[in-house]
């Protein structure tokens, strides 16, 4: 390879969210008063949604190149360069576009969301998502006093599909304002294929239905798999927005920056209107450089992901042959099936905290239908990798299965 995805990068004493925030995000741990068997800086980090592996060197340049202009007052996106730089990224990657007009920039998509939300929803309205489902979903529903309602995926031993009778029986009685749907799907890694897409938007546009089809994660495929954006199937229909971003493509989450693209002209002027519409120059730059010049980066990274979870794959039925995982479609997360070793009881975050020195996130990150599961990021240098994983499959033999009612 070209790139050096096994070098082992320094991360402390950088404000990472990984290194210095995993007490108050997983433990709730404010004041650091929790005592666990490792020393903090011995943890192996297999949590949060970045990579530890360094951005392209086009991004980083990219970046340079703005800082020695060296004035960095108010910004927006003005320059048509960036919006045909993610253009031609859609058009090549997914055969797909959109209207300039239709594109506004957020400063993450779970703050797009929030907003969103809001627009959207009126007083009386329900905000539904599919569940297992990253719980900032219901987070944004939450913060606007809306209620959730949950399509629960069924699983067929860790193959998730959607519950179609469900979802039209949602739709149709539950007073949904908005469709919060994830594409391909955190945590469980599907890549909805388009008849599922099709069969999914038909029920949203039959029930005349807000969507925001949220595609963070649609660059990062298995080699092989293919991505459809949800607003290609339906090119007519102005309630569909679309989220992607370069976040978690090209570890830029630090940057927070989004594209959302809003056709809908009432729920875009309402964005116009209200939002604090101002960009960082440096995340500009670095996206546009992603797009324009990381391509090969990104394909790389993509094999050395393969490898990654092939390996995860290998080491779980040789070593954790109760536990069922299946190598998701897309995505640097393993959602693994452990219920066999854990009760609805058990908090398995703090059990491989303890027991393992390997940080993750159980399923009450992730709202519900998910009991038992854990879900472990791969994206880091494999030998980082064979050390948790190492750690986690000696911590539950030492456990052992358990008996379920």
């Not at 949602?170 to 909805?192: D, L, Q, S, Y």
């Not at 490898?307 to 070593?319: A, F, I, R, S, T």
Request: net charge negative; charged share 30%.
């Amino acid at each position: 390879m070209k790139y050096n995805f096994d070098e082992i990068i320094e991360r402390k004493r950088t404000n990472a969210m990984s290194v210095e925030g995993f007490r108050e995000y997983i433990f709730q741990d404010v004041e650091h008063k929790l005592e666990l068997p490792y020393p903090d800086d011995e943890f192996v980090r297999m949590w949060v949604a970045d990579m530890d592996f360094a951005t392209p060197d086009v991004v980083v340049d990219a970046i340079k190149e703005r800082v020695e202009k060296r004035i960095f007052g108010y910004t927006r996106v003005f320059d048509p360069g960036y919006y045909e730089a993610f253009v031609n990224w859609t058009k090549r990657r997914y055969d797909w576009t959109f209207n300039k007009k239709d594109l506004v920039m957020s400063n993450g998509i779970i703050p797009a969301l929030f907003e969103l939300v809001e627009y959207i929803c009126k007083d009386e309205e329900n905000v539904l998502f599919l569940t297992p489902s990253y719980a900032y979903f219901k987070y944004a529903a939450d913060f606007n006093g809306r209620k959730s309602v949950c399509s629960d995926l069924i699983n067929t031993d860790g193959y998730f599909t959607m519950d179609y009778d469900d979802l039209e029986d949602k739709m149709a009685n539950e007073n949904i304002g908005v469709v919060i749907f994830c594409h391909p799907h955190n945590p469980t890694g599907r890549v909805w294929k388009e008849d599922e897409l099709k069969k999914f938007g038909d029920i949203c546009v039959k029930h005349n239905k807000y969507v925001i089809s949220d595609e963070i994660h649609c660059d990062l495929l298995r080699q092989g798999e293919t991505h459809i954006p949800m607003a290609k199937l339906f090119p007519e229909y102005e309630r569909l927005i679309t989220c992607m971003a370069p976040s978690k493509t090209f570890n830029l989450a630090g940057m927070m920056i989004s594209n959302i693209i809003i056709p809908d002209a009432e729920i875009r002027g309402r964005w116009n209107a209200r939002h604090y519409n101002f960009d960082n120059p440096l995340s500009i730059a670095a996206t546009q450089g992603a797009y324009e010049k990381g391509e090969e980066w990104l394909e790389e990274l993509r094999a050395y992901l393969d490898g990654n979870m092939q390996y995860v794959g290998d080491c779980l039925k040789e070593h954790l042959p109760a536990a069922n995982f299946r190598i998701p479609e897309a995505t640097y997360l393993a959602w693994v099936d452990a219920t066999a070793y854990f009760t609805a009881e058990d908090d398995i975050p703090m059990f491989f905290a303890k027991k393992a020195g390997v940080l993750l996130e159980g399923s009450t990150m992730f709202v519900q239908n998910g009991n038992g599961f854990f879900r472990l990021n791969v994206a880091c240098p494999r030998s980082v990798l064979e050390d948790g994983m190492d750690r986690v499959c000696k911590a539950l033999n030492e456990k052992g299965t358990v008996a379920h009612k």
